[in-house]
């Protein structure tokens, strides 16, 4: 049996940062994580010697890993991580970072997550994705997670009825909420018969169930309550968090993820309820994955999702804002900055910073993370509570 998690007590989230997506870029990886760090730590009015932990997630960073940006950056932290999760990225990074500053590994960590997105580069990425892929699916035509997630959508709706009238609400909604995210690439309001007539893609996903690669960075920083309390920083709590990998082995296709094995044990940490939420951020490369997640984080009985979004209204201003900076898929998808883009918009939100996206009186905000789908399922999952700073 596991020991009782610790708590995530005097642990500080600050300065969430975005730099605005770009559908192609000729700058590198690391030109997009050096931005994100900067405009990260200009908010705080730290300089780049003042963090001593930082966090890198990437996947156009090769040959360079976290250790070749520190020489880049010209950074000397004492705690460093490299997180290859893609969307269950942020959540990860979170977690670690809040544990090396309770434990005093470091003092400020900077968490960043970052690609670039040249011509041809994403169908170069899928052909290197991982073993899995190039062994049992590449050789095969695999089309990338389009395929994929076509395959898992497929058996969701023979098992559970759910139309693709129910995936399109999640989409409409989203880009509803985009249209409101100056960032967002997406700058087209889109209708549910839109969704409904798009070209398809691999059946049954159609063109607005996929999200659009792109270049682009985000970045938020950890540090003590003290530390931000000083610096007068607006700051986010970790009420608790969650992570699970490799979930469910036996299941013959994937219908659910790592959040259903302790999402008791997180509601339990945050002293909450589903009911208690006041916005969800779920990762959402594909509007199916989105709903799973409705039901593996409570918030429905698995089966149920597609009644939950005919029954909620998941706009900002609806009783379920979801993703209400249009997520992935209206804002785009900047390689694993897609782990991060619901976590610092949740960081906004909770600290009422939000602007034209923000959700009326947040105070907490559950973001869930999934990543590194192989060829039959998503590997990463995690899920965070976070709530304003109590005055």
């Known amino acids: 049996m596991s020991r009782t998690r610790l708590g995530y007590e005097g642990v500080a989230i600050v300065s969430p940062a975005t730099i605005p997506y770009q559908r192609f870029s000729i700058e590198t990886a690391h030109w997009w994580i050096a931005r994100a760090l900067k405009e990260s730590l200009d908010q705080a009015g730290l300089r780049p010697a003042e963090i001593d932990g930082f966090a890198v997630s990437s996947f156009t960073l090769f040959p360079d890993n976290a250790v070749g940006l520190t020489q880049h950056l010209g950074l000397c932290p004492r705690w460093l991580d490299h997180i290859p999760m893609g969307g269950a990225s942020g959540i990860v990074a979170l977690r670690r970072a809040a544990r090396a500053v309770q434990a005093g590994d470091a003092d400020i960590v900077a968490c960043v997550a970052g690609d670039t997105n040249h011509i041809d580069s994403f169908r170069n990425l899928l052909s290197s994705f991982s073993r899995f892929s190039q062994d049992a699916a590449y050789p095969y035509g695999f089309g990338g997670p389009n395929a994929n997630f076509a395959l898992l959508t497929d058996r969701y709706m023979k098992d559970y009825g759910a139309t693709r009238e129910d995936f399109g609400r999640i989409c409409v909604a989203q880009r509803q909420n985009a249209l409101r995210n100056p960032n967002a690439l997406m700058k087209k309001p889109l209708t549910l018969q839109q969704y409904l007539d798009a070209r398809p893609i691999s059946d049954p996903i159609a063109l607005f169930d996929c999200v659009m690669p792109c270049a682009g960075s985000e970045a938020f920083l950890v540090m003590t309550v003290e530390e931000a309390q000083r610096r007068d920083l607006p700051f986010a709590v970790i009420a608790g968090t969650i992570e699970r990998h490799n979930a469910y082995v036996d299941d013959p296709v994937q219908l659910r993820g790592g959040w259903a094995m302790d999402i008791d044990e997180l509601y339990h940490m945050a002293d909450c309820t589903p009911s208690d939420i006041d916005l969800l951020q779920t990762y959402d490369d594909y509007p199916v994955i989105s709903m799973m997640q409705f039901e593996d984080l409570g918030f429905c009985d698995k089966g149920e999702g597609s009644r939950f979004v005919q029954d909620r209204d998941l706009t900002i201003e609806g ?57 039959d399922r998503g590997v990463c999952s995690g899920a965070a509570i976070i709530e304003g700073a109590k005055a």
């Open 319 to 375: 009783d379920f804002p979801h993703n209400t900076s249009g997520g992935q898929l209206s804002a785009g998808q900047a390689g694993a900055a897609g782990g991060y883009i619901g976590l610092v918009e949740a960081i906004r939100q909770v600290t009422a910073a939000a602007g034209p996206t923000q959700v009326p009186d947040a105070s907490r905000a559950m973001v869930s993370g999934f990543g590194v789908i192989n060829y």
